[in-house]
């Protein structure tokens, strides 16, 4: 299977620069995988297409302001640092620009010295190991110095932090967000509940490999970085009572997808823990627990694309894609959302 396969074309101005002022009046595709049948909506009509008994999980990852702007000590050159992966109290993972003249032992300067931190090793695809040396709390002062990480095809500034937030976040530990839980507010999931539609919270810390372009030819070439995740008992029992009862369960993005599809056994059961998950979900691969998705529009020739192609045909997720252009859609991060049934 060619990552050529993947490929869409979208025009530019059809990336969502900023998210919209409700965030729940963003429009919804759906798209019915057994027909093909496609329906234009809103965000709010979701209600319209969950049952009661049926169980909606959400990712509660909380993404932290892991851009961080400074200086060579030695030099007052820029840098840039991304926090990608905490190994160890205060060693990070990190993506540098510019990497070059970051070899191990430079010192970097933030916030005129208020966080400094020593490049220990240079890791995998020239990631840098860093130490951080600072006096008081680490996450006060990254959220006083750090920025969103927003994606790079994102240009415009972002005026308010919680926007690249859910409004369930809590866990704190990605450096991107899971974009599909973006549409829901408060009052949006306490009306689903009303309903009688349970609701499971899961973890996965998003790391940026998830959105690493796929530079294999061959989808199966391509190899995923691991990401953490947990899944506690409570919510593991709720999501296989629902599955029991003739209930669907349905994930809010792809990475509550990942994180189900990668806890449960061949059985269907959903096992409760925690652990590293590197799965990669691609057309061929038989779910095990998930029945519906509720997602954004992803990148062309992405993994993203290929994990929702697995479940709904290659062919009818991009005449999807292509009537979302037709329709003039919003697509990524702050766009539109869809609904695969």
């Known amino acids: 299977m060619n990552v050529k396969d993947f490929y869409y074309d979208l025009p530019k101005e059809l990336i969502a620069q900023d998210p919209l002022e409700d965030r729940s009046s963003s429009r919804l595709l759906v798209l019915d995988r057994n027909t093909g049948e496609i329906a234009h ?46 190994k160890e109290h205060d060693i990070w993972e990190t993506l540098v620009k510019p990497g070059r003249k970051c070899r191990p032992g430079v010192v970097l300067s933030f916030g005129d010295g208020l966080l400094t931190a020593t490049v220990l090793d240079i890791v995998d695809e020239g990631n840098r190991l860093i130490q ?34 859910t409004v369930y976040a809590k866990h704190e530990g990605s450096a991107a967000a899971p974009t599909a839980g973006l549409h829901f507010t408060k009052g949006l999931l306490a009306q689903i509940e009303a309903i009688g539609i349970h609701i499971a919270h899961v973890t996965l810390h998003v790391g940026l490999g998830t959105f690493r372009p796929v530079k294999a030819e061959q989808v199966q ?19 296989n009572r629902t599955k029991a009862a003739g209930g669907r369960v349905i994930c809010v993005g792809t990475t509550s997808c990942r994180t189900l599809e990668s806890a449960t056994g061949e059985d269907g059961i959903l096992k409760a823990g925690s652990g590293w998950t590197d799965i ?3 057309p061929g691969y038989r779910f095990k627990i998930l029945d519906c998705l509720i997602t954004n529009f992803h990148l062309p020739e992405s993994t993203l694309i290929m994990l929702v192609s697995a479940l709904a045909g290659r062919e009818q997720v991009l005449h999807a894609y292509e009537e979302a252009v037709k329709e003039r859609y919003r697509f990524f991060s702050f766009g539109d959302a869809m609904f695969i049934k």
């Open 132 to 165: 951080f040396s600072y006096e008081g709390i680490f996450e006060e002062i990254l959220d006083q110095l750090g920025q969103m990480p927003l994606p790079p095809y994102i240009t415009h500034q972002l005026k308010d932090k919680n926007r690249y937030q």
């Open 41 to 86: 909506r809103t965000f709010l009509d979701i209600t319209e297409y969950l049952r009661p008994g049926d169980c909606l999980v959400i990712n509660d990852t909380k993404v932290i302001p892991a851009r961080l702007l400074g200086v060579k000590a030695d030099t007052d050159a820029k840098v840039e640092v991304l926090l990608l992966k905490r």
């Open 280 to 282: 990669f979900i691609y």
């Open 221 to 239: 070439d391509h190899h995923m970085h691991s990401e953490f995740y947990v899944v506690e008992e409570s919510e593991a029992e709720k999501i």
